[in-house]
């Protein structure tokens, strides 16, 4: 069975600076997508970035982009620039073939913003 | 173009009760899902389905039923509600290889 790991539970950074989201997940696929999602306090789920395995290349939207280890299975969202509108939950995400191109969900990262 | 829509918003049941929520979307999506979140426990998968009069079991299903007589219509139920099943529950649907559509949710209660 796949499994997505969040080990930050809550992770801070000032407007403007940097900050990194990490995920690690397990697999015995070969081609799958990643995701993140990001989830305000009004709760609705909103799509960040996805990849997929078999691109080398690592996606980017705008000031989110990912650092994707194949090799390693990890897969960590870059927030560049960070606005108080980034103040939310991350949650990562696999989609499982096996469940119907389903989603499993990391426990999510909850983002402050401080300005 | 309403997306995912999900009916009720907000139920509050008494231990035993029974309630349907319902799922619709006007996207002629194949794929549904049904999810629940849980505080510290991100979304679980309950039951999906990936066409008009089929369902299978997801990670947490137990307790739950659902039914897609429909495509557009995907419906969870809950034929006697306990406190285990207090949770905000997410539907979301998808063509086969593309992102998920979520709804707002609905936050259920069961006392």
């Known amino acids: 069975a796949q499994t997505v790991t969040q080990s930050q539970p809550e992770m801070s950074v000032q407007e403007a600076e940097t900050v990194t989201l990490s995920c690690t997940y397990d697999t015995s696929e070969s081609d799958y997508y990643l995701f993140w999602y990001k989830q305000p306090p009004s709760r609705q789920m909103i799509l960040v970035i996805r990849q997929e395995a078999y691109k080398q290349q690592n996606a980017t939207e705008n000031r989110f982009s990912v650092n994707f280890q194949k090799a390693a299975k990890s897969f960590s969202l870059k927030i560049s620039d960070s606005q108080l509108g980034d103040a939310a939950m991350y949650f990562c995400a696999y989609r499982s073939e096996s469940l119907g191109t389903a989603l499993i969900f990391g426990k999510g990262t909850t983002l402050s913003v401080s300005s | 173009n309403a997306g995912v829509t999900q009916t009720p918003k907000f139920r509050v049941l008494k231990t035993g009760q029974s309630m349907t929520l319902l799922c619709a979307q006007d996207m002629n999506h194949e794929y549904m899902y049904w999810y629940r979140q849980d505080p510290g426990m991100g979304l679980r998968l309950i039951h999906y389905?990936?066409?008009?009069?089929?369902?299978a079991k997801g990670e947490v299903p137990d307790g739950y039923n659902v039914s897609r007589l429909k495509k557009q219509n995907f419906l969870l139920g809950l034929e006697s509600a306990a406190p285990s099943q207090t949770s905000v529950y997410f539907c979301?649907?998808?063509?086969?290889?593309?992102?998920?559509?979520f709804g707002d949710g609905t936050r259920l209660s069961i006392l």
């Open positions: 979301a649907s998808s063509y086969y290889n593309q992102p998920q559509h």
């Open positions: 389905s990936v066409g008009e009069g089929t369902t």
